[in-house]
């Protein structure tokens, strides 16, 4: 028992040293420039203090956070670079895998700011994005299932991305509507969603919006997420 105790308290101090090294090396490519190489392999263990191995280690975990890129070969090294939206997605999601009830969290996050969103949303000039938007809402009035709702809510969505630039709530939204999307494939939001409630408030919030009217646009959003957030934790709808 004593030896078993030793292994794991040695085993836990190693991954302490290599959360140590990634963080150390975390801090330098941030405070650098996306591309510029921050050191070699044999450079990077000397400097830290640690071995090799702690090095490698280290940088599978920044590589699979998608800050780091390790070249071989003749000019290779350990290169820094800025994650893309697709690996922040994909590392959300991987946790919500693991955290099944951590999507309605998420919703209530992204309902609040989607409620800015389209405020800010009415204040975008761009004729083009503003005739985009109309053909949506004349797809979203005639929609009668819910997996044209899908669809419909995807391209509404990447709209009011382009008419207010917002990134972190764009990373969110999107990996609260795939949860979203994933928790319908196993039919739990069919029983509780509201077609009809869905394209009636859609299509106030885009005839704010196409009003120009921020004050009204924030208002259609935050009452229409209230009743849906309502229906999704079952309770009545306001």
Avoid at 25 to 47: D, F, K, N, V
Avoid at 214 to 225: G, I, K
Wanted: hydrophobic share 40%; charged share 25%; proline share 3%.
């Amino acid at each position: 028992m004593v030896h078993e105790k030793d292994d794991a308290m040695r085993t836990v101090g190693k991954r302490q040293v290599v959360r140590n090294a990634a963080d150390s090396l975390r801090r330098r490519i941030l405070a650098s420039p996306p591309g510029e190489q921050i050191g070699s392999l044999p450079t990077l263990a000397r400097e830290l203090a640690v071995g090799i191995v702690t090095i490698q280690q280290a940088a599978r975990i920044l590589e699979h956070e998608g800050i780091l890129e390790v070249r071989r070969g003749p000019g290779g090294g350990y290169y820094g670079r800025r994650p893309e939206m697709a690996d922040l997605e994909r590392m959300l999601s991987a946790y919500l895998c693991g955290e099944p009830g951590s999507w309605r969290e998420i919703l209530d996050i992204t309902s609040l700011l989607f409620n800015r969103l389209c405020a800010a949303a009415a204040r975008c000039e761009d004729m083009h994005l503003h005739g985009a938007l109309q053909e949506v809402r004349a797809q979203i009035d005639g929609c009668d299932s819910m997996q044209k709702l899908g669809l419909l809510e995807g391209r509404l969505q990447d709209i009011l991305f382009q008419m207010v630039s917002q990134p972190l709530f764009e990373l969110l939204t999107r990996v609260a509507l795939g949860s979203a999307r994933d928790v319908e494939r196993d039919g739990i939001l069919s029983s509780t969603f509201d077609l009809a409630v869905w394209r009636r408030g859609r299509l106030r919030i885009i005839d704010a919006i196409a009003g120009r009217d921020p004050a009204l646009a924030h208002f259609e959003a935050d009452r229409q997420n209230r009743q849906v957030l309502s229906a999704l934790c079952g309770f009545e709808r306001i």
